[in-house]
Structures are given as structure tokens and as C-alpha cells.
């Protein structure tokens, strides 16, 4: 089958020879084995891909430059290939270069917003849980992080043929809920966001650090915000008045700060309203003979064959751990949804807690197939946050605070409107925050540079959105209509971004196996890199291979655009 034809990708066309090339070798490895060697050469002198044989050293017991050339042998003619080479330990694939570039950008520009997607998640629904936040503060850098992660699988999981719901908790209820509620009582004065002149969120957020200050003088505080939490459960009506109010006004301003971000969720979940349901399913597999009780009165899940010890469910006196508001809302999720999948976004300090979730999830009945999507802990360069000593970083706060440091830059560039001005440094703003956390890999702890974040050069969202608009100004200077074909040869940078522009299923492919949008965004930047080149190596207007070098641009910016909607940045047209 030609390249033309196929619609395969590339390196997936070379792992199906090789792997059929070492057949009667009767070898223990699979195509993903081979998939994960194939390499791109550091010159297009050595060819498109290359296949290094190292591997298959110990295994065949040959040298790999043996192995080489007799696997070479074995693949024959290839109608795929203009050419295959051994040298030394490498097998070196080279493509038809006018073929492979007249493929990918036909099916760029054809497929468009969908070049890249697939439908191997199809009939898949996919229940996903961010960010998750209490009610006695307002958002901060952590929830960023979560956001953006949620944010941008949800989108991963879509392009891939998902149907997903995003779903957030409100953790409304608690002692620490009742902290700020104390506090407010005895120092608020009956003071309003209007009052006050601030966003409600941060209001609260005020009495739940002044709490933490009140209560090093005086330690019987925590008693009585335990004394409170008391009355909220029995009803008491000043009480649930007083949180009424003051959850509204977090709420309220929470999502605010999900609008401005750009978040949406098709069902909002509440602790106080589920948490007294989880009992009943621990006692149902109590009587199930699932759970145990023990002497002194408590019900536990024994999970100790899991590695994960004895886990209480129930206390001796008969209240419920945290874990039981989770089976609860786990129920709830099933009833409305009725998901293949469950994903629950949250930090790495809470691995434990999901892992034996899930388990007593198992023990239950519970069908679904449950995932915890952890990521570490983000920071600034000065430390560590800390929210009780009021050391955390808002992230309204910070989002103002960047949003002024893109004003004063683009300001620089040119006069705009106030609106335009306000309308731009926001996008810049958001995709300066979102690309900077998402280009981490999740699992790992970051430190989040503000003034790093939003340079117009490097590894940023602003050189992103910078290419993408340059990408655009080309098309502006010329009436003449792309081509997917070139009438001369093709020069090196030219033949870099095909290439280039090639990978992206392949990266889509991998970011949806892993749920890790860093792929992704590394993607992105390279590929911007490797456009950059072109443009400053390859005239594009009035050039001979206008129409052409016009398609690689135009197929640039659908690929960049498609990669930074997975990210859940938005795209400009000017800088």
C-alpha cells in the first residue's frame, strides 16, 4: 500500500516491518518494544527514522551491526520508501519527501480541527472530578495546577472519541469550614464582600487566616469551631444560616475564577448534602460480610492482601472517615452517569487515601474502572504556601498580577483600545499560566515562575501564541491559494516541519494512553521551534514554492492550534 494510501502513521508503517522482519526469530517482544526504540536521525542525511539494534544484542546474541543488515535483508523492498540503509548498528528509513509532504499536508488541511483525533475512546463515557475545593478560601496556585490538568485531559479524552462528563465537589462542610465561620462570628462586624470592596471568595478566606491568628493566643478557639461543627450537624438554625451565607459567598466567587478560566462542568456536587449517604453502603457491606467490625465497635475494610493495611470506615462511636463521603459521591456518580471510567484529579499526597478507595470501591460492586490522575505540588521560587498563616497565593491574585506584567509588555508593541488590551493580555495571561504548569510532567513537583512564564522567547505559552501569529501575518501578505505539492525539491527546514507536523496523532495518541498533557505541550514548543526555523530559512511569499511553503504554514498553525486547544489555550491572530 503507498504512503498516499495509508493512512497509518509513519512510525507505526516502521514498527509493523520490523516486527514482522524479526518474526522467525521467535523473540519475546512485542510492537511497543520496538515502537518505543525508533528514533529521528539528528540529520536528514541519515534518514527520516532510525531503528538502532542494541537492544536485540543480548537476545540474538549477534552484534547489533549484524543484526542490522540481516533484518535489513529480511524487510526487502519497501514501495513505503525511497530508500533503507544500514549504518552500522542502525536500520535508516527514508520517505518519499515530496510523498510524505503532499500526505500530511493534505490531510491537515482536509481534517483540520480534527487532524490528529481518533475514535479508539468511542463509547467510552468518562466521568472526571476537578477541582475539588473547600468552602472557607478562595482558589489558589495548587488549583491552577488542577485546572489545568482537568481541564486539559478532559479535552485529551474528547478528541479521542470520549464521551466526558467533568464534574466538580464543593467540600462545604467540615471543621475547617466552621473556622472561618467562627471567626467571622466573633471579628465580622457583619462585613459583606460590598462592604468591603472584595471579591466574596477572598473575604472569607480573610476570617479563616484570622482564625489561625486568633487561635495561637487563644487555643480555645478550636474548641469551639468543634462545638460549631456540632451544632451544623444537629441543624442548629444560626448556624446553618451563618454557613449559608458565607458558602454562597465562596462559591460565588470561585466560579468567577472558573469563568475566567475558561472551565465549565455539567454537574456540581455538594459534601453536605451527600456525606451521611456513604454510611449505608458501609453498613450494607457490613452485613455482606465484607467489611468487619472490631472489638471495640469500629467497622473496618481489611486490605491488608492489597498492601494497604486495615482501613477504618466507621469509628466506634459510630461517625463516618472522610473516605465514606467518597463512596457516597462514588454512588452518585453511578446513579447519574452510569461511567466506564472514573477520574478523580487531586495531589500526590492523597495517593493512599484513592488507592484504598478504589479497593473498598471493588469490595462493593462498583464496575467502573477507577483512575486517580495525582500530580505534585506546585510552588513559587520564595517557598512553600501555606494558607493557614495567609502565605498562599490566591490565584486571582496571581492571574492579576501576570495579566499587569502582559499589559506592560504588549504595550510596548503598539497602542490598543482599552478593551483590546484588556481582551488580549488575558489570553496571553492564561495561556502563560496553563502552559507553564502543563508542560511539567504531572507526577512531578514544579516551581511556578511568574515573570518566566510569560516571556515572548523560550519555552512559554506567549512564544507559542507569538508563532502562531507570526504564522498568520505570512497568510495576511499573499492572495495566492495554497498547494499540498512542491513543483521543486525540498529543502531541508521544509522537509523538518513535515516531519514535524507528521508526529502529532502519534503524540495525541501517546498523551491519551498516559492522561499526560505535557506530550503534548513539548510538542508544541518544538514544533514551534522547528517553524521558526523554516520561516527564517525558507522565503515564503514571492518565493518560487510560494503556494507550497503557504500550505506549510497554513497546516502549522492548524496543528499548533489543534495542540494548544488539548492545552485549553486559546489562539490569536495578533500578538
Known amino acids: 500500500m503507498s504512503s498516499k494510501k495509508n493512512s497509518e502513521n509513519k512510525k507505526d508503517l516502521i514498527t509493523k516491518i520490523i516486527f514482522d522482519a524479526l518474526k522467525d526469530n521467535k523473540l519475546k517482544i512485542k510492537p511497543e518494544d520496538i515502537a518505543s526504540k525508533i528514533e529521528i536521525p539528528p540529520s ?8 538502532p539494534c542494541f537492544f536485540l544484542s543480548p537476545l540474538l546474541k549477534q552484534s547489533p551491526g549484524e543484526i542490522a543488515m540481516e533484518v535489513r535483508a529480511k524487510i526487502g523492498t519497501q514501495k513505503d520508501f525511497s530508500d533503507i540503509q544500514t549504518m552500522g548498528p542502525y536500520i535508516n528509513f527514508f520517505f518519499d519527501r515530496k510523498e510524505l509532504a503532499s ?39 495548587g488549583h491552577l495546577r488542577n485546572m489545568s490538568l482537568g481541564e486539559s485531559v478532559s479535552r485529551i479524552l474528547e478528541y479521542n472519541g470520549n464521551n466526558v462528563i467533568r464534574t466538580n465537589v464543593y467540600n462545604d462542610r467540615g471543621v475547617h469550614i466552621c473556622k472561618s465561620m467562627l471567626a467571622y462570628e466573633k471579628f465580622g462586624k457583619d462585613k459583606t464582600p460590598e462592604s468591603e470592596k472584595k471579591k466574596s471568595d477572598h473575604l472569607v478566606g480573610d476570617f479563616y487566616v484570622k482564625f489561625s491568628e486568633e487561635a495561637k493566643k487563644d487555643p480555645a478557639l478550636e474548641t469551639e469551631a468543634q462545638e460549631m461543627l456540632r451544632k451544623w450537624e444537629a441543624g442548629d438554625p444560626e448556624v446553618i444560616e451563618l454557613w449559608k451565607k458565607m ?11 472558573f469563568r475566567t478560566f475558561g472551565l465549565r462542568f455539567d454537574k456540581t456536587y455538594y459534601e453536605s448534602k451527600l456525606y451521611k449517604n456513604g454510611k449505608e453502603e458501609i453498613l450494607k457491606g457490613l452485613k455482606k460480610g465484607l467489611f468487619k467490625k472490631r472489638k471495640d465497635g469500629a467497622i473496618i475494610a481489611d486490605l491488608s492482601k492489597k498492601g494497604l493495611g486495615e482501613k477504618v470506615l466507621l469509628r466506634a462511636d459510630g461517625t463516618s472517615v472522610y473516605i465514606v463521603f467518597d463512596l457516597a459521591l462514588a454512588k452518585a456518580k453511578e446513579v447519574d452517569f452510569h461511567p466506564n471510567k472514573s477520574i478523580i484529579v487531586t495531589g500526590n499526597e492523597q495517593i493512599y487515601h484513592f488507592n484504598v478507595l478504589f479497593e473498598v470501591l471493588k469490595m462493593l460492586g462498583f464496575k467502573q474502572k477507577n483512575y486517580h490522575l495525582s500530580h505534585g505540588m506546585v510552588n513559587l521560587p520564595e517557598g512553600k504556601m501555606k ?5 498562599i497565593v490566591d490565584a486571582d491574585d496571581l492571574i ?5 506584567m502582559v499589559k506592560k509588555e504588549i504595550s510596548k508593541r503598539g497602542k490598543l483600545s482599552k478593551a483590546e488590551l484588556e481582551s488580549r493580555s488575558l489570553k496571553i495571561t492564561l495561556a ?3 502552559y507553564f504548569i502543563l508542560k511539567v510532567d504531572a507526577k512531578r513537583d514544579m516551581i511556578f515562575n511568574p ?3 510569560i516571556s515572548f522567547e523560550g519555552d512559554t505559552g506567549p512564544y507559542l501564541l507569538y508563532s502562531y501569529a507570526r504564522a498568520n501575518s505570512i497568510l495576511k501578505k499573499t492572495l495566492k491559494k495554497e498547494s499540498s505539492v512542491s513543483k521543486t525539491k525540498l529543502e531541508e527546514k521544509e522537509i523538518s516541519l513535515v ?75 495578533e500578538m
Open 432 to 434: 502563560a499560566i496553563k
Open 44 to 51: 536528514a542525511e541519515m534518514g527520516d527514522f532510525a531503528f
Open 387 to 391: 494558607s493557614r498563616e495567609g502565605t
Open 247 to 257: 458558602n454562597s459567598w465562596v462559591i460565588e466567587g470561585i466560579e468567577e475564577t
Open 451 to 453: 515573570k518566566e512564564s
Open 103 to 141: 500526505e500530511t499536508v493534505s490531510r491537515i488541511l482536509s481534517e483540520k480541527d480534527k487532524f490528529g483525533s481518533s475514535q479508539s475512546g468511542k463509547n467510552t463515557r468518562t466521568v472526571i472530578e476537578f477541582p475539588s475545593p473547600n468552602t472557607n478560601k478562595p482558589l489558589h496556585l
Open 499 to 573: 516531519k514535524k507536523l507528521s508526529e502529532f496523532s502519534r503524540v495525541v495518541s501517546k498523551s491519551y494512553e498516559t492522561l499526560n498533557p505535557a506530550n503534548i505541550a513539548n510538542y508544541a514548543y518544538q514544533l514551534s521551534q522547528v517553524f521558526n526555523e523554516f520561516y527564517h530559512a525558507c522565503p515564503v511569499v514571492k518565493s518560487k514554492n510560494e503556494s507550497f511553503r503557504l500550505s506549510l504554514v497554513k497546516s502549522f498553525m492548524q496543528v499548533l492550534k489543534n495542540s494548544l486547544n488539548l492545552l485549553g489555550i486559546e489562539t490569536l491572530e
Open 400 to 404: 492579576e498580577k501576570i495579566q499587569d
